[in-house]
């Protein structure tokens, strides 16, 4: 399948981990982050499948076809987690910092949360994070850059509220190899779900309809993709 594809492509980076402190003693301590992303975005995917009437609403508002708008979701909730490339999160685990070459740990700085931290990257230069900062340009080129930082919002924001700009210093957190795999982690991301027809410019009203319809589908899918129940 296209997913087993995808963890082929990615074993380069699955040394950042993306859930720890498991329920369950005798497995596994902790779940890498690429696999936890690829995990939510399996679940949008289909969630949108099996509720045909759902994607074609958002088809309609995104002025595309239904497979378009499919794609272009499972792509941007499969980035919802990016900010937890930042050492600033793996330093939350002594267990998985141990895999990621990431240099000496140091306890992470309060105030810095991960879904913040994924919002601002989408305006990182300093981290290089080119494919990141070219998903608009790739797959919404005409809509202004502030139409996509709304939507970018309600998907890397998947934890009750829209995402902001994180309330502390979070550009060191990038360094030592972090901002690296993050970039890797959005080009495999995209190879993996492409090709995707660019998503016509939609108006104000229209985009916060979809932005609340995506924030509601990024939630409970980083719900049912988070759990051990299904994903042990």
């Keep these: 399948s296209y997913l087993e594809e995808a963890l ?11 859930k720890a402190h498991p329920l369950e003693s005798g497995g596994p301590t902790w779940h890498p982050l690429a696999y936890h992303c690829l ?15 759902k994607l074609a609403h958002l088809a309609a508002l995104c002025g595309t076809e ?46 810095v949360r991960h879904d913040a931290i994924g919002y601002a990257m989408l305006d990182c230069e300093d981290a290089e994070i080119a494919h990141l900062n070219g998903l608009r340009d ?5 809509w202004l850059h502030s139409e996509f930082a709304a939507l970018w919002s309600s998907v890397t924001g998947h934890h009750g509220q829209p995402a902001l700009e ?11 190899g972090a901002s690296e795999a993050a970039n890797d982690f959005v ?7 492409s090709p995707i027809t660019p998503i016509p410019q939609i108006d104000e009203r229209t985009l916060a309809v979809l932005s609340w319809a995506v924030a509601g589908l990024t939630v409970i899918s980083d719900w049912i993709g988070s759990s051990e129940a299904w994903f042990p």
């Design 66 to 111: 239904p497979l378009t708008v499919r794609r272009f979701l499972v792509l941007l909730i499969a980035l919802h987690d990016i900010g937890k490339f930042s050492r600033d999160f793996q330093a939350k685990s002594e267990v998985g910092w141990q895999t990621a070459a990431l240099g000496p740990r140091k306890e992470p700085p309060a105030g």
């Design 8 to 18: 082929d492509q990615m074993i380069h980076i699955t040394g950042f981990w993306g």
């Design 166 to 176: 994180p309330a502390g210093p979070w550009h060191f957190g990038l360094r030592n």
């Design 138 to 142: 790739a797959f919404a080129p005409d």
């Design 187 to 193: 080009a495999d991301a995209i190879s993996l779900l």
């Design 39 to 53: 995990d939510v975005a399996a679940v949008a995917d289909a969630l949108l499948a099996r509720s045909p009437r």
